[in-house]
């Protein structure tokens, strides 16, 4: 039997469920990079190593989509706000870039699946590589570099998700 | 919006309880005052909800515990945070539990010198809270499990005090604004409660020890706005 997918319905009001799949020893990473940056593929792909929980992405994705209903998203897609949401800086370029894949072969894959919009199985035979517990996670993030980016010099360990969640919802207004 | 569970409905803002993001969540709705123009209503909502989530979110770099924020939505007028839901209001602790034994007394003690640190530290940084009041202070069991009590908890003294209802808080080095919050708790203490006089000395010794840091200035600037608030008690 294949992992499950980190599932987390959003907002009520915009209908929409996000679904986390994460992927180990990709093959085809270059394929997907040129997918995503062409527009084909509807989802997002992202690096493991700066997600500590899938809640992370969860809150960024939420955000995404309740910017979408009212209209005031910052980039084009609502894939690529969920990139911008994750990081702090205001730079798009920079931030897609940051939480983007580049090199890498172990990829996080999110999807906002609607009553009429589910691109997911389309996509996911596509990705050629080990489909993994979420659970594994852990393994793959790289401390250091979430610290970095999340400008967490004294903050202690347990509260680390918190405090990534309430930046990432406060970006537009307080200076991190 | 189903499951949306109403909590309280204050002055300022509606609250809610729902699950949300799979986490148990409470939702600070501000509506619309209509005896205020809608532009200048809009507007001051805004900045409160801003300011109310800057502070929540200063706070946790401060080292004073806050709710985790999951969404600001200003269209909505919403700010969606992290529910407590083992929580007790230091307003509530101390009108239910408080009788006068000895081992709530200590307890007292603790919680008053939680809340001189935490003061002391939210002014280290700068940040003035501006309804500094016991139903805007939570205890917090920590590593709450089955066999632990709420009450359990707190007799044990393990429990966090987080702060909340920054709508009317701010950025501000100066002294005098210091000393204004610490008048601000003084007299909420005093009116809520006058049947235990010394909570707000054990605070301020408590404020007073954490750090050294401009004590004097605020302490005299503090002196001074007690000192023009009796005389305009003593008027009117
Ligand atoms: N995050 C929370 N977790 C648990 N209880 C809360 C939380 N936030 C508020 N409350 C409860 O709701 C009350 C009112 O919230 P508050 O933010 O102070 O709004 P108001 O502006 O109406 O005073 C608090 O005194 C507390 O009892
Ligand atoms: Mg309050």
């Known amino acids: 039997m294949s992992p499950e997918p980190y599932i987390c319905d959003l907002d009520e009001d915009t209908n929409t469920t996000l679904n986390i799949y994460l992927f180990k020893n990709v093959e085809n990473v270059e394929d997907i990079r040129n997918y995503i940056i062409k527009g084909e593929w509807n989802c ?5 190593s700066l997600i500590i929980d899938p809640f992370q992405i969860a809150v960024a994705a939420n955000k995404a989509v309740v910017s979408e209903k009212h209209n005031s998203m910052v980039t084009k897609t609502v894939y690529a706000e969920i990139l911008y949401n994750l990081s702090l800086t205001k730079n798009i370029s920079q931030s897609l870039s940051k939480f983007g894949i580049e090199k890498e072969n172990n990829l996080l894959v999110c999807f906002l699946i609607t009553p009429d919009k589910d691109y997911s199985q389309d996509i996911l035979p596509k990705i050629q590589g080990q489909l993994c517990s979420m659970s594994e996670l852990t393994s793959l993030t ?9 400008k967490l010099n004294s ?5 680390l998700l918190d405090v990534i969640v309430s930046r990432i919802v406060t970006k537009g207004f307080v200076s991190h | ?24 969540t409470l939702i600070k709705e501000r509506f619309q005052k209509r005896y205020r123009h809608p ?9 409160r909800i801003r300011n109310e989530a800057r502070s929540i979110v200063r706070c946790k770099t401060a080292d004073v515990k806050t709710p985790a924020l ?7 007028r919403r700010i969606y945070m992290q529910h407590f839901e083992h929580s007790i209001t230091v307003k509530d602790y101390i009108i239910q539990h408080a009788t006068k034994n000895a081992e709530i007394t200590q307890n007292l003690d603790e919680i008053c010198k939680m809340i001189g640190i935490t003061v002391r530290k939210l002014h280290e940084n700068n940040i003035i809270h501006g309804d500094l009041t016991t139903s805007n202070m939570l205890l917090v069991p920590k590593n709450l499990n089955n066999e632990t009590t709420e009450e359990k908890c707190l007799e044990k003294e393990r429990f966090d005090l987080v702060m909340i209802d920054f709508g009317l808080s701010f950025i501000d080095s100066s002294t005098e604004d210091k000393g204004v919050d610490l008048y601000v708790l003084e007299r909420a203490l005093i009116s809520t409660h006058n049947d235990y006089p010394d909570l707000f000395s054990k605070i301020l010794d408590a404020y007073k020890n954490h750090s050294k840091n401009n004590i004097k200035e605020i302490l005299s600037k503090f002196e001074e706005v007690r ?8 008027v009117g």
Do not use: H, W
């Open chain 2, 1 to 24: 919006m189903n499951d949306l569970k109403i909590l309280k409905q204050g002055a300022e803002a509606k609250l809610y309880i729902c699950k949300y993001l799979g986490k148990s």
């Open chain 1, 142 to 150: 790289n401390m250091n570099d979430v610290k970095s980016v999340y």
């Open chain 2, 39 to 47: 532009d200048l209503d809009k507007s001051i909502t805004k900045e």
């Open chain 1, 44 to 48: 997002a792909v992202i690096k493991p």
């Open chain 2, 70 to 76: 999951y969404l600001v939505d200003f269209q909505r």
């Open chain 2, 227 to 234: 000192a023009r608030g009796r005389k305009r008690t003593m």
């Open chain 1, 155 to 159: 903050s202690k360990g347990d509260d």
